[in-house]
């Protein structure tokens, strides 16, 4: 059974998008487009655009909003022309961050999150100066009470995951390698269970420890940087979920 869990996280995160819905919904469509564009337009056959329409429907997204973005990026409809880019920096005291853009205009983005990490005490760096650092995983949550009586251990050797978390009291953790992250929801949604989460994440081999005031900065340039309009997400090597990291900066 692993110790970690990232549930208490996605909460926040999610509560923190649900209080910025148009924001949210702006990245989902974004993100439902350039998918469809790469990979078809039928969310059955496109790993990608499935997991953007879940995430469209978890936030309640109205279906002409869902189907207008998915034929924006195949070309049925007239679009923006979207491109991902991956930024990379060093928050203060160190750490490292890993950013996820979609964008039109990747001039304004860079010199955007550019400012943002000066203005915070941190750097933007190269490219491949912080991605070396982190992996890329399956993550699926879904909510304990649909287990029944089957034990969380036999469900992971029965998915065949890599890990499995059961520090929440409210969901099961499940974690897996890339190649195995469409089997196992597969199979999850095969047993008439909806995660209530399920991403491809970036996981950072080893963490670095922030002081105090090092963790308040670094809490506020990842605020800013989620917050911006092009970031879909942000990946960073190291926790802030100590109540340390809450300690404003003098």
Aim: aromatic letters at 6%; one cysteine or more.
């Amino acid at each position: 059974m692993s110790g970690h869990s990232k549930w208490a996280s996605i909460k926040h995160k999610k509560g923190a998008l649900d209080a910025k819905r148009g924001k949210t919904f702006t990245k989902i469509i974004r993100e439902m487009s350039i998918a469809a564009r790469l990979g078809g337009g039928d969310p059955n056959s496109n790993p990608r655009l499935r997991t953007a329409v879940d995430k469209a429907k978890a936030v309640n997204m109205p279906a002409d909003n869902i189907k207008r973005a998915i034929q924006k990026g195949t070309g049925e409809l007239e679009g923006a022309a979207y491109e991902e880019i991956t930024y990379e920096g060093y928050a203060p005291g160190g750490g490292a961050l890993l950013i996820e853009a979609i964008t039109d205009n990747r001039n304004r983005t860079v010199a955007e999150l550019r400012h943002l990490f000066s203005r915070s005490g941190g750097n933007l760096g190269e490219s491949g100066c912080v991605a070396w650092m982190f992996q890329t995983r399956g993550y699926i949550a879904f909510e304990r009470s649909a287990l029944g009586e089957e034990a969380p251990l036999e469900l992971a050797l029965e998915l065949e995951v890599d890990d499995v978390s059961t520090e929440d009291a409210e969901v099961l953790e499940l974690f897996t390698s890339p190649e195995d992250f469409e089997r196992v929801r597969e199979a999850i949604a095969g047993r008439g269970q909806t995660p209530v989460a399920a991403e491809l994440e970036k996981v950072a081999a080893s963490q670095v420890e922030l002081d105090s005031r090092q963790a308040a900065q670094a809490a506020r340039l990842l605020e800013a940087i989620e917050d911006h309009d092009d970031v879909q997400d942000v990946w960073a090597n190291f926790d802030l979920d100590t109540a340390d990291s809450l300690v404003p900066a003098e």
